[in-house]
Structure formats: C-alpha cells, structure tokens
C-alpha cells in the first residue's frame, strides 16, 4: 500500500471525499430540520445563507451605508497581516541571532522557551488594560500569540546548519554579518514562510477572540454580533469566508515559497 502511486485525477477526487460527505450530511439534516420547521434557524438552507450572505456583500447598511462584508474582511486582514508581520520579522531576527551566535543563544533562549508556554489568551485582558481597546492590543495579541513559537522554530533551523558550510565560509574571509546574509539567511527562508503558513490558523483564533471582546467592525465581531440572534445563516457563511481567506493565503504562501527557493520544493517541481 506505501507503494502504490496516485494519479492526479484520483488525488483530486479522494480529497473532495471528505467535502462532499460533509455537505450532503448538512443537507440531509438541513432538509429534514426544515421539513419540521421552515423557521428553523439552527440549519438555514444554502439558499438562505446566499441570500443572506450576498445581501452583508452588496446591500449598504442602512445607518453607515457600508457594505459589511468588505468593512469586516478589511478590518480583520489589516490586523491579521499586521500581527503575522510583526511575528515574522521578530522570528527572523531573533531566530537568526538566537540560532548563530552563541551569547545571545544564552541570553534569550531560556527567555523565549518560557515565553512559549504562556497561554496568549490568558494574556488578552492584560493588554487591553495596558493598551486599551484599540488596534494596538488586538496587533499585538497576535504578535505575541505566534511569534515565541516562530522564534524557536528558525532558531533551531539555524542551529541544523551544517558546521561545514560555516567553516568553508568562515575560510573564505567570510564574516559573522556576511555569513548571516550570504548563508543563514537563505537556508531559513523556506522555513520561514512555513512558520507563517503554520502561524496562520493559531492568528485567526487571536484576531476572532479579539474582535469577539472589543471591536466595532470586523469578522470575528459579526459572528459574535449576530450570534446573539441564532443567525445562522450569517455565522456559517462568514466561517467558509474565513476558510477561504485563509485557504488562498496559504496558497499564496507556497507559490512565494517555490518562487524564491525552489531548492527546498524539489517534489512540487517534478
């Protein structure tokens, strides 16, 4: 069984499997939910959650004229992508020193390994009373939700270099700053931009858990806004929303990966 190949077709057919049953699950319990009682909010049928999703896409809001569903999907990026890049440039730099240069191995690493274990929505009510209600404590939850564990992963990355390759480069008039740019730094970046794919689900669950606390737009705040009225014809359609911003994120992600390092996607490239 290890042996056996897949085709593509047949890839591409056992991995819409899973989809499928879901679906036709939900429609079955839908249908019958429905059949009992047309006003059941619970299971709302695909019809009811397009209408009401193209209505949050296209029908202006009636006190700010805005069309919610683009507010809240901006709202929420912006913080996303703002979180995920403070994180990335703190694993970067810190992995990078903390990985290559011994001293501040010893001086962070013990720092960082705690840092990991701290529960960072226990954190959340911490910042909100030390920054207040705005972007800056809802950027930094996320910040600080995934980058310890970033930081660790490049470190250790670097920390796998083989010592030959900064002997010969250290041989070759190489100094720390140089190597740093000419060696570490391309050996880590296609596990950089895993550590950001990876990173992307634990964001999502910071930036909801924020908006659900304290926000006046975004997507983790409408879903926690009409929950309170059992729309269930909103929640689900803006959860597949979700999902599918996160899908075409990762996706973007692995085609900058191959793009910049290929290298590191020798079976992607067969």
């Given at each position: 069984?290890?042996?056996?190949?897949?085709?593509r077709g047949s890839a591409l057919f056992?991995?819409?499997?899973?989809?499928?049953?879901?679906?036709?699950?939900?429609?079955?319990?839908?249908?019958?939910?429905?059949?009992?009682?047309?006003?059941?909010?619970?299971?709302?049928?695909?019809?009811?959650?397009?209408?009401?999703?193209?209505?949050?896409?296209?029908?202006?809001?009636?006190?700010?004229?805005?069309?919610?569903?683009?507010?809240?999907?901006?709202?929420?990026?912006?913080?996303?992508?703002?979180?995920?890049?403070?994180?990335?440039?703190?694993?970067?730099?810190?992995?990078?020193?903390?990985?290559?240069?011994?001293?501040?191995?010893?001086?962070?690493?013990?720092?960082?390994?705690?840092?990991?274990?701290?529960?960072?929505?226990?954190?959340?009510?911490?910042?909100?009373?030390?920054?207040?209600?705005?972007?800056?404590?809802?950027?930094?939850?996320?910040?600080?939700?995934?980058?310890?564990?970033?930081?660790?992963?490049?470190?250790?990355?670097?920390?796998?270099?083989?010592?030959?390759?900064?002997?010969?480069?250290?041989?070759?008039?190489?100094?720390?700053?140089?190597?740093?740019?000419?060696?570490?730094?391309?050996?880590?970046?296609?596990?950089?931009?895993?550590?950001?794919?990876?990173?992307?689900?634990?964001?999502?669950?910071?930036?909801?858990?924020?908006?659900?606390?304290?926000?006046?737009?975004?997507?983790?705040?409408?879903?926690?806004?009409?929950?309170?009225?059992?729309?269930?014809?909103?929640?689900?359609?803006?959860?597949?929303?979700?999902?599918?911003?996160?899908?075409?994120?990762?996706?973007?992600?692995?085609?900058?990966?191959?793009?910049?390092?290929?290298?590191?996607?020798?079976?992607?490239?067969?």
């Amino acid at each position: 069984m290890i042996n056996a190949k897949v085709s593509r077709g047949s890839a591409l057919f056992l991995g819409g499997l899973p989809f499928l049953f879901v679906a036709i699950v939900y429609l079955i319990a839908s249908a019958q939910r429905l059949a009992v009682n047309p006003s059941d909010k619970l299971l709302p049928s695909p019809a009811q959650m397009w209408s009401a999703f193209l209505d949050l896409a296209t029908v202006p809001d009636r006190r700010s004229g805005d069309l919610i569903l683009w507010v809240d999907t901006y709202a929420s990026l912006l913080r996303l992508f703002a979180g995920v890049g403070v994180a990335t440039f703190a694993a970067l730099s810190l992995g990078i020193a903390i990985g290559f240069i011994p001293r501040v191995r010893a001086f962070l690493l013990p720092f960082v390994t705690v840092v990991c274990v701290i529960p960072p929505l226990a954190l959340l009510p911490i910042l909100f009373i030390a920054l207040g209600l705005g972007e800056t404590a809802k950027i930094t939850l996320i910040a600080v939700g995934v980058a310890p564990v970033m930081v660790r992963d490049i470190a250790n990355r670097v920390m796998e270099l083989p010592s030959e390759l900064v002997a010969k480069a250290q041989t070759l008039g190489g100094n720390s700053w140089t190597m740093v740019l000419r060696l570490v730094l391309p050996q880590v970046m296609p596990r950089l931009i895993t550590c950001v794919r990876l990173a992307l689900g634990p964001a999502w669950l910071f930036l909801i858990a924020a908006e659900a606390i304290a926000s006046t737009e975004g997507l983790g705040y409408r879903i926690f806004l009409v929950r309170r009225y059992l729309s269930m014809d909103v929640i689900l359609p803006y959860v597949a929303w979700i999902t599918l911003l996160a899908v075409i994120t990762d996706w973007l992600l692995v085609r900058l990966s191959q793009a910049m390092s290929p290298w590191a996607h020798p079976l992607e490239a067969r």
